[in-house]
T-cell receptor, first 112, second 113 residues
Framework: SQKIEQNSEALNIQEGKTATLTCNYTNYSPAYLQWYRQDPGRGPVFLLLIRENEKEKRKERLKVTFDTTLKQSLFHITASQPADSATYLCAAGGTGRRALTFGSGTRLQVQP | DAGITQSPRHKVTETGTPVTLRCHQTENHRYMYWYRQDPGHGLRLIHYSYGVKDTDKGEVSDGYSVSRSKTEDFLLTLESATSSQTSVYFC????????????FGSGTQLSVL
């Protein structure tokens, strides 16, 4: 079955450093990948979408890559801030009438 | 939360009782989804709808049913709640499946005792 895997261990980094989160997928060839941010007690919020024919996408301090050979997406937050502390979810989508499949998320903690 | 309201926000119920969760949107989006979120499992799709009266099952649909009689409302029913259905339930909407971006509600915390 389709699987989206994210590192379940929390990622702790110092303020100002670059945070890199990993999303791997198996038994699947998604047409696009999405990244969401989720704060405690809230619903996920969409951040970025990258399509299979795109290698990289940027939005302000965020960068996401899509490597169809490695079956992996990397999500980077540069110049991280304590306000970036949250859980980040990766999701994969296909063509046609198929809903997104989510990974279980990685919690990021940025220390001041 | 992008014009999505989930009700109730919290509910405690007993095993065997029926429960209905409501999702209401004001965005006129075609697609609506119900996910549940549990520690270690992430978000798992229960059911989704691609139009009024058009619904389909997700990966964890057993024990759940849905209805969509109007564009703006998507109901999730647990016919006979079980303790394994204790979870946080999220409703989401999207304009299209190809563009894919989901907007989520604030969630319903359901506890089945």
């Amino acid at each position: 079955s389709q699987k989206i895997e994210q590192n379940s261990e929390a990622l702790n980094i110092q303020e100002g450093k670059t945070a890199t989160l990993t999303c791997n997928y198996t038994n699947y060839s998604p047409a696009y990948l999405q990244w969401y941010r989720q704060d405690p007690g809230r619903g996920p919020v969409f951040l970025l979408l990258i399509r299979e024919n795109e290698k990289e996408k940027r939005k302000e301090r965020l960068k996401v890559t899509f490597d169809t050979t490695l079956k992996q997406s990397l999500f980077h937050i540069t110049a991280s801030q304590p306000a970036d502390s949250a859980t980040y979810l990766c999701a994969a989508g296909g063509t046609g009438r198929r809903a997104l499949t989510f990974g279980s998320g990685t919690r990021l903690q940025v220390q001041p | 939360d992008a014009g999505i309201t989930q009700s109730p926000r919290h509910k405690v119920t007993e095993t065997g009782t029926p429960v209905t969760l409501r999702c209401h949107q004001t965005e006129n989006h075609r697609y609506m989804y119900w996910y549940r979120q549990d520690p270690g499992h992430g978000l798992r799709l229960i059911h989704y709808s691609y139009g009024v009266k058009d619904t389909d099952k997700g990966e964890v649909s057993d024990g759940y049913s849905v209805s969509r009689s109007k564009t703006e409302d998507f109901l999730l029913t647990l016919e006979s709640a079980t303790s394994s259905q204790t979870s946080v339930y999220f409703c989401a909407i999207s304009e299209s499946q190809e563009k894919g971006k989901l907007f989520f509600g604030s969630g319903t915390q359901l506890s089945v005792l």
